[in-house]
């Protein structure tokens, strides 16, 4: 069973900045992609962006597009998520999720993130 550990959510002004974290219990070279979606209170779990471990290549939602920047670091087996200009719309439930090579899901605890003044 794949483990995910997410960290580095919070409350923050619009405008500012926060970091995600999250560590894989396996290998990243183990999984097909590496990403992050999120839900905000009466919404559906959506895509904010994702990676594909062995290329590089990366997709976002468009509401994220030119402020969020997804990354990974295979040595450590984390992806971050690098959210800047953050909005109020951008407050949500962050999880992180994998997708296997077999292509089984596997999803973190989530962690709270929350832009307001």
């Known amino acids: 069973q794949v483990q995910l550990v997410e960290s580095g959510g919070g409350l923050v002004q619009p405008g500012g900045s926060l970091r995600l974290s999250c560590a894989a219990s396996?290998?990243?070279?183990?999984?097909?992609?590496m990403g992050w979606y999120r839900q905000a209170p009466g919404k559906q779990r959506e895509l904010v962006a994702r990676?594909?471990?062995?290329?590089?290549?990366?997709n976002y939602a468009d509401s994220v597009k030119g402020r969020f920047t997804i990354s990974r670091d295979n040595a450590k087996n984390t992806v971050y998520l690098q959210m800047n200009s953050l909005k109020p719309e951008d407050t949500a439930v962050y999880y992180c999720?994998?997708?296997?090579?077999?292509?089984?899901?596997?999803w973190g605890q989530g962690t709270q993130v929350t832009v307001s003044s």
């Open positions: 990676i594909i471990t062995n290329s590089g290549n990366t």
């Open positions: 396996d290998a990243s070279s183990s999984f097909h992609s």
């Open positions: 999720n994998v997708l296997s090579w077999a292509l089984r899901n596997y």
